[in-house]
């Protein structure tokens, strides 16, 4: 009879064990449920994650999947809120040149939100227990740095964990760590324009089906309170203005349907008087868009040529559209960049 209780309560202690450290994924999805209801009921509107830490502040990989999962599952939860990329985050950080080892301070946290429209960010830690991994994790409020919610998750350390683990996060996955000594150098954009309200982040240039180049970019709203509509400039509202020149001197020019994510729009074809310019793409307070074009040869034949490029870009700014106080202004952004 006694052998039979000692073996019950075995079996009961091991349930209990098996329920407290479920796998990896299963408790990563709860956290972010806990955490996307608080952030919810605190009227948060856009929300990132940092990568995760050890009490020390050292990264691992297994500290950016954790962020990375969380980032995935804060979007799935379909709160009212918004998640920024992490890519973004990074590119943005190295942008203003802030750390972000820096985010938990109250004046660094401000600016940073001021930049990004974050106005909540999540990070944690990540700490061994016997056979089993536990993490913390604290929402921080952007306008005081103080933490407005936290979680906690267990989870199994199995192989793939450990691996994770045991293996330091790689300077060229985005984004950086919050330890010390993070380095956001490779995942900077390569040429970063602001004109006005409008960044305009050129992150890679690409050679693409032989003989073209595909360039591609962010544009992002840095008012705070205002929509911007933008658009590639264009003479007769279907060949955008752009051109550039490769590493051997040959001029290529924008193709008008290599474009994605933004259009070419002809300025005066619809007048101050009705608000600006047609179509024009609309980028709410603080948000980013992606944007993609491509350049052909000038002269039908010539192929893409590796090495630094000159870039010229004439963009279309508009605000207040819609109102007799539109104004629209033609931005010329001129750079070298490297293609690849």
Request: hydrophobic content about 40%.
């Amino acid at each position: 009879m006694r052998r039979f209780i000692v073996i019950i309560v075995c079996i009961v202690l091991c349930g209990c064990m098996r329920a407290s450290a479920q796998d990896m994924d299963t408790e990563l999805s709860k956290l972010a449920d806990n955490l996307a209801g608080q952030i919810k009921d605190q009227g948060k509107k856009k929300v990132t994650v940092l990568d995760f830490t050890d009490l020390q502040g050292g990264s691992s990989e297994l500290g950016k999947y954790v962020a990375e999962q969380l980032t995935v599952d804060l979007v799935i939860s379909r709160k009212a809120f918004s998640v920024l990329d992490r890519a973004n985050l990074n590119s943005i950080l190295a942008e203003h040149k802030l750390a972000a080892t820096g985010l938990i301070d109250p004046d660094t946290a401000k600016k940073f939100g001021q930049f990004s429209g974050v106005d909540a960010i999540i990070l944690g830690t990540v700490t061994p227990k016997d056979q089993n991994i536990s993490l913390t994790a604290k929402i921080i409020s952007t306008d005081t740095a103080e933490i407005m919610g936290a979680g906690k998750a267990t989870f199994k350390a199995d192989a793939s964990v450990q691996q994770l683990q045991s293996t330091p996060a790689s300077a060229t996955n985005a984004p950086s760590s919050t330890g010390p000594g993070a380095d956001l150098s490779d995942d900077k954009p390569k040429v970063a324009k602001t004109f006005g309200d409008l960044s305009v982040e050129l992150q890679t240039l690409q050679i693409v089906n032989n003989g073209r180049f595909q360039l591609a970019m962010t544009l992002t709203n840095q008012n705070p309170s205002k929509s911007i509509w933008v658009a590639l400039n264009s003479s007769d509202g279907i060949s955008p203005k752009g051109s550039l020149t490769d590493a051997g001197g040959f001029q290529f020019v924008m193709d008008r349907v290599g474009l994605t994510g933004i259009q070419s729009a002809s300025y005066g074809q619809y007048g101050n008087q009705q608000g600006g310019f047609s179509p024009a793409l609309e980028i709410n307070p603080h948000d980013s868009i992606s944007a993609t074009v491509k350049f052909t040869p000038f002269d039908g034949a010539r192929q893409a040529m590796p090495g630094v490029c000159n870039l010229q870009i004439e963009f279309l700014l508009g605000h207040d559209f819609g109102t007799t106080r539109a104004t629209v202004k033609v931005n010329n952004l001129v750079s070298k960049i490297d293609a690849k």
